[in-house]
């Protein structure tokens, strides 16, 4: 398959080591390149099919040198396991309604993300963003990208997912929702409702981001089952990897 991309040699910088976000006392880098308007679609597609995650107009994978514990994680819809807790979740907000919006940022939806990150977020390294570093999350290298809104039956929003749409399904950038919500689950609930989105539009997969065992922040994603991650053989499933390195899923509930 050819992409516009295919005809230049694409540059790839490293960051220079810094605390790692995810595991205390490790260091992390990573490997990284510019978005090209316009090879931007193909290029997102082809390098989060290889790891890559993107972040406004950046594409970026961990490049640690001592480290490889992060790995880029799915959900194949087709066998996906949809338990009687996660069926719970669904019936728990089946009164939210889903809508799909261009990637443009509102007021509104700032002042959720505000509220969101305050209460559980408050010492991370989005806390006290401003309204100008919103838009250009949502907006700056958007890259066949959607906000997916969840409001209640009165019209209020209650959640907001940011997600690109690639060739086989959604990938979830970052979500957010009302920190008054935690019964509902809605962490849980945004990625079942990717997932049931994907399986209705006929697309395989959902992919989650990086999936980092011993991290209570990402570790959450193994509890979506079955989970496939990338590893140097390729796409895996996430019970051989537990297997090999006799490790358990966490329970915690996250969003990246």
Not at 105 to 130: I, K, N, P, V
Not at 235 to 242: C, H, K, M
Request: hydrophobic residues 35%; contains cysteine.
């Amino acid at each position: 398959m050819t992409h516009p991309f295919s005809t230049r040699q694409i540059p790839f910088y490293l960051t220079a080591a810094g605390p790692c976000p995810y595991l205390p006392g490790r260091q992390e880098r990573k490997l990284f390149t510019r978005i090209d308007p316009g090879e931007g679609p193909g290029l997102n597609d082809a390098l989060t099919h290889a790891g890559f995650r993107r972040s406004q107009g950046v594409l970026y994978r961990p490049a640690c040198e001592q480290c490889d514990a992060c790995h880029s994680a799915r959900i194949p819809v087709e066998t996906f396991d949809w338990s009687r807790s996660f069926r719970r979740v669904l019936k728990r907000n089946d009164d939210l309604v889903r809508h799909e919006k261009p990637a443009e940022a509102t007021a509104e939806q700032f002042a959720l993300l505000t509220r969101y990150l305050d209460a559980r977020h408050g010492d991370g390294d989005m806390a006290g963003m401003s309204y100008g570093e919103y838009v250009l999350m949502v907006s700056d290298g958007a890259q066949r990208t959607d906000l997916v809104e969840y409001r209640d039956p009165a019209g209020r929003l209650r959640a907001c997912a940011l997600i690109d749409r690639l060739r086989d399904g959604p990938s979830l950038l970052y979500s957010f929702f009302d920190p008054d919500d935690a019964p509902r689950s809605p962490g849980t609930f945004i990625v079942l409702d990717a997932i049931r989105w994907t399986g209705q539009n006929g697309f395989s997969n959902v992919y989650l981001g990086y999936w980092v065992p011993g991290s209570r922040k990402m570790d959450y994603k193994s509890r979506f089952r079955p989970l496939e991650v990338l590893t140097s053989a390729g796409w895996q499933s996430l019970e051989n990897i537990l297997n090999d390195i006799g490790d358990e899923p966490g329970a915690d509930e996250g969003e990246d």
